[in-house]
């Protein structure tokens, strides 16, 4: 394969990952809160980052998930909402691809600590807009969720990570 196709296949490849990641975005908006807990969501569109992260690596993962923030906020949000989504989503990449980094951890336990990491920067951001430190309360509770969610995102992406085609990485 010439150079050029090789770009052209990872700008096909990585178009494709963004678009996921706004389908299930977009689904995911659709589901009703299961819990009255503002913010709570499953999470669905980090299967795509945990994918990107497994299958094509640190860089391309953190590029799939900037791309995918900054359209799902223009497309579906607001100024508010992008600074919730940038933040968490910006932590919670960071300290996937350490953990990935140190071969400790499995896709579950990647994904689960991001879950939590995401709702940390969250909260952050909550501190910063309401100018009070009394949302922090809410913590915990996110945390039990991200950790859920987290799990059950790491299983999948696992899965699919394990079942692409090698051709797909190169």
Do not use: C, D
């Amino acid at each position: 394969m010439t150079p050029r196709n090789s770009s052209t296949k990872k700008i096909a490849t990585y178009g494709m990952m963004v678009a996921l990641a706004l389908i299930m975005s977009y689904i995911e908006a659709q589901i009703p809160a299961l819990i009255a807990v503002p913010g709570m969501k499953l999470g669905l569109t980090n299967i795509v980052v945990v994918v990107a992260l497994y299958v094509f690596g640190s860089k391309s993962a953190m590029f799939i998930n900037i791309i995918r923030i900054l359209l799902v906020s223009f497309l579906f949000g607001s100024a508010t909402s992008f600074a919730f989504s940038i933040t968490g989503g910006m932590l919670s990449t960071v300290l996937m691809i350490v953990l990935k980094k140190t071969g400790r951890f499995s896709t579950i336990g990647v994904s689960a600590a991001g879950g939590i990491t995401h709702n940390i920067g969250q909260i952050l951001v909550a501190v910063l807009l309401l100018h009070t430190v009394a949302v922090a309360w809410y913590l915990p509770i996110l945390w039990i969720s991200g950790i859920v969610s987290g799990i059950i995102i790491g299983l999948i992406s696992g899965l699919i990570a394990s079942r692409l085609p090698e051709s797909i990485s190169k």
